[in-house]
Nanobody, 121 residues
Framework: QVQLVESGGGLVQAGGSLRLSCAAS????????MGWFRQGPGKEREFVAG????????FYVDSVKGRFTISRDHAKNTVYLQMNNLKPEDTAVYYC??????????????WGRGTQVTVSS
């Protein structure tokens, strides 16, 4: 199985940027569809961005398209989420996830513990 550890969260002003990292261990990320989810205060957890299993396609929730970019570094076995032009509504705990088939549907097999992102207005 794979273990996932997120980092890079923090407090940023609206319009600012952050880059989240998800370091995987145990197995290589090429074995999984990888993605990011978030859960804001009082909200349900939602899919944010992800790769399909082969890694050739990326997917984003509409609210982050054009602002967030998911990427990966196989040599470092790490997935990133670059977040630009952050808005207060992006405030959430961000979770890295991995699944053996699809990270977009259902509940991914593996989760990190999350990293807090807070965007001040």
């Amino acid at each position: 199985q794979v273990q996932l550890v997120e980092s890079g969260g923090g407090l940023v002003q609206a319009g600012g940027s952050l880059r989240l990292s998800c370091a995987a261990s145990g197995r290589t990320i090429s074995n999984y569809a990888m993605g990011w989810f978030r859960q804001g205060p009082g909200k349900e957890r939602e899919f944010v961005a992800g790769f399909n299993l082969r890694g050739g396609r990326t997917f984003y929730v509409d609210s982050v398209k054009g602002r967030f970019t998911i990427s990966r570094d196989h040599a470092k076995n790490t997935v990133y989420l670059q977040m630009n032009n952050l808005k207060p509504e992006d405030t959430a705990v961000y979770y890295c996830a991995a699944d053996s088939s699809s990270v977009r549907t259902g509940s991914p097999d593996y989760w990190g513990r999350g990293t807090q992102v807070t965007v001040s207005s």
